[in-house]
């Protein structure tokens, strides 16, 4: 269970353990199964190599097993931690008790190389033993606290799915530690912001998991202090104080990992200005912040619009102005997206509304299945919209999947979202159930109210809207509410039970809408959400993307690739709005994807010279061209070549 509100005050419904779904076929099964196979054990790979990750033999020297020196990223630790939930669950899902023995040997390295007082970072310890540097703490960008944030939240999933308590012990010292050391900064008033604050998430999550309210207090003072920094940024979220925050601002993994544990907090205490603040940023995020597929933190590097005019404050992976969201450079960090659907999935636990799951859904289904190849084993930092034969500048990361990262946050928080992807298709109240992402699952539900059964669900979704609900295996037949999510793309549908049949249309998108049944035993339930093509349009302060529409089926976004169309370049093709589309399947990397064929115009301009910056406009001619579009989790999967989204058209 990602996050335990079964005893949260303030939250309306809570999720099912780890083992109550799985995907049984279909999409997500193959997602997982990609993932579980080939993403986690090479991972393991670059965690254990010496010129990669050197993620374990730093633990192996801090433990006096070796000697050397800290290699890799400042944050490996943290990631490490990332990827053993990843592991975790994969064991589980493939029933291979060798991985969860691996997990077990690196717990028992991990305990070995802390330190007594419960201190656990290697690039510190290691310096220290090393004479290179002088102590704990001194550089937020160091990651010390956020390292610990993650191995709180890795314990927790440990403890709850295996039993044990050596991972959790491990994170009770570390929590010690952090105890002492915010009771000091308090009593001397210098308080730290830690950047990607993890450990908000984490402490809550050790509290709900031991019961032992001190973790709760930690996680309430650690965010409380935040108002304490000194000449706070906006990089941080802590240029105003945190009940002042009416923008999402700064950096987009350190907003929605704040944002995530203050909703966290929020379902424990209720303090209502927090959840007033969480409606604003998040508000402001989802009508001018966010991409299409999903992605936000538009930019590589900004300035804050809202700090001191006088105080120029450069943000790395920024938010930046409101509909500020370039194509070709856009950052869209894959950690971000993650934290987003942390942050709207704890929203949605504490008030279930429809929009959070289309958020949830959106970005995993888009921006976060294209930052790993469709084998598994490469991956994307930042998530553009579109890319271009050649750029007259160099970005800061490649322009196609790699398998190592010098950043390798992105692939490890990656394969645990995926692992765990099966506790997004339900959470459950006293007596409902509310549907989250679609796919072909069983899950072995009890509810509060006594009801126990299994929820079979049989589609094809993404590629198909049709959803089959049948209630199998019931031990305790009571009356329960299956609440089916209808989409904000779903402008038309129905819904079949026995009792007959609903008709779904425009004024029922983004919604809940709820099925009573009084007999489970043979219950049946048929929900369809069409699914035509669709063109989707930006709002005119969009600049990029002016007279620009994008191409969109169910929850897909879909993309165009230079192996799509017959042109030297994309820039060239149209989409002919008038055209059919075809849907039909192709193999790439042997996975079959969903694709759509269509009519489109390649665009001949008269004396036209690509290289001029400005010229006289001689009119154009069209001529028609059949092109493909690939779902944009897909792309970069064959050659190296352009790519677009947001596509012009003609009639």
């Known amino acids: 269970m990602l996050a335990d509100t079964r005893k949260s005050k303030y939250a309306k419904v809570s999720g099912a353990e780890y083992d ?6 279909g999409f997500w099964k ?6 579980a196979e080939s993403t986690v054990p090479h991972l393991q790979k670059m965690f254990e190599a010496l010129d990669a990750g050197h993620v374990v033999e730093n633990f192996r020297i801090c433990a006096g097993e070796k000697s050397g020196e800290f290699g890799g990223s400042d944050f490996g630790d943290g990631d490490f931690y990332k990827w053993m939930e990843a592991q975790l669950y994969s064991a ?24 007594e007082d419960g201190y656990i970072s290697t690039k510190q310890i290691i310096g220290m033993r090393n004479g290179t540097r002088k102590g704990r703490l001194g550089d937020i960008n160091e990651f010390e606290v956020y390292n610990m944030g993650h191995l709180f939240t890795s314990a927790c999933l440990y403890k ?3 039993g044990k308590e050596n991972f959790l012990n491990i994170a009770r010292k570390a929590a010690d530690f952090l105890e002492n050391m915010y009771a000091e900064a308090e009593k001397k008033g210098e308080v730290q912001t830690a950047v990607c604050p993890s450990h908000y998430m984490g402490l809550i999550e050790m509290y709900r998991t031991t019961g032992e309210k001190k973790y709760l207090d930690l996680a309430h003072k650690a965010i409380v202090l935040r108002d304490s920094v000194k000449e706070g940024m906006d990089d941080n979220q802590d240029r105003l104080p945190l009940k002042e925050h009416e923008k999402i601002i700064g950096h987009a993994v350190r907003a929605t990992y704040l944002y995530a544990g203050v909703a966290d907090l929020y379902a424990e205490e209720g303090d209502k200005e927090y959840l007033d603040v969480l409606h604003k940023v998040w508000k402001n995020m989802v009508n001018t912040k966010i991409y299409l597929t999903g992605g936000v933190g538009a930019l590589y590097n900004g300035a804050s619009p809202y700090g001191d005019f006088w105080n120029h404050q450069l943000i790395h992976q920024a938010f930046g102005y409101e509909y500020q969201l370039p194509n070709v450079t856009a950052y869209n960090e894959t950690c971000a997206s993650i934290g987003l659907v942390m942050w709207a999935y704890r929203m949605f636990l504490i008030e279930p509304k429809a929009e959070y799951f289309d958020v949830i859904e959106r970005a995993l289904l888009n921006v976060n299945l294209a930052a790993v190849s469709l084998d598994g084993k490469k991956f994307f930092y930042e998530n553009m919209l579109r890319r271009a034969k050649k750029l007259e500048y160099k970005l800061i990361w490649p322009l196609t999947r790699t398998e190592y990262l010098i950043s390798y946050c992105c692939p490890p928080n990656l394969a645990r979202m995926v692992t765990q992807s099966g506790e997004y298709a339900y959470t459950v109240s006293d007596d409902s159930i509310y549907t989250g992402i679609y796919g072909e699952c069983e899950a072995a539900l009890t509810l509060k109210n006594g009801a126990a059964f299994t929820l079979k669900q049989k589609t094809e979704y993404p590629y198909d809207g049709k959803i089959t609900f049948e209630f199998k295996n019931v031990t305790c037949d009571k009356p329960v509410i299956l609440n089916l999510r209808i989409p904000k793309w779903a402008e038309a549908g129905s819904i079949k039970t026995a009792q007959g049949e609903k008709m779904l249309d425009k004024t029922m998108r983004e919604s809940y809408q709820s099925v009573h049944i009084e007999k489970l035993a043979g219950a ?23 007279q620009l529409i994008a ?5 897909l976004v879909y993309c165009m690739e230079s192996p799509d169309a017959n042109t030297d370049t994309l820039d060239d093709i149209c989409i002919n709005i008038h055209s059919t589309f075809k849907e039909s399947k192709m193999q790439i990397k042997n996975r079959e994807i969903g694709i759509l064929e269509t009519e489109a115009y390649r665009i001949i301009h008269e004396e036209y010279n690509p290289k001029e910056l400005y010229q006289s406009f001689t009119g154009e001619k069209k001529q028609s ?13 064959r050659e190296y070549g352009e790519m677009r989204i947001w596509m012009p058209w003609r009639e």
């Not at 109550?20 to 076929?25: A, N, P, R």
């Not at 193959?30 to 993932?35: A, P, T």
């Not at 191409?551 to 929850?555: A, R, S």
């Open 625 to 637: 061209i059949q092109v493909r579009l690939i779902p944009y989790f897909a792309w970069d999967n």
């Open 160 to 162: 709850r799915i295996t």
């Open 524 to 546: 049946k339930i048929e929900l369809e959400l069409k699914m035509p093509v669709r063109f989707t349009m930006a709002h005119p302060m969009v600049e990029e993307d002016s």
């Open 551 to 555: 191409v969109e089926k169910g929850p």
């Open 92 to 115: 589980e899902q493939l029933q291979d008790q060798s991985r969860l023995d691996k997990l077990d040997e690196y717990i028992d390295l991990i305990g070995r190389a802390q330190e």
């Open 30 to 35: 193959n997602v997982v199964e990609s993932c």
């Open 20 to 25: 109550q779904i799985k995907w049984t076929g």
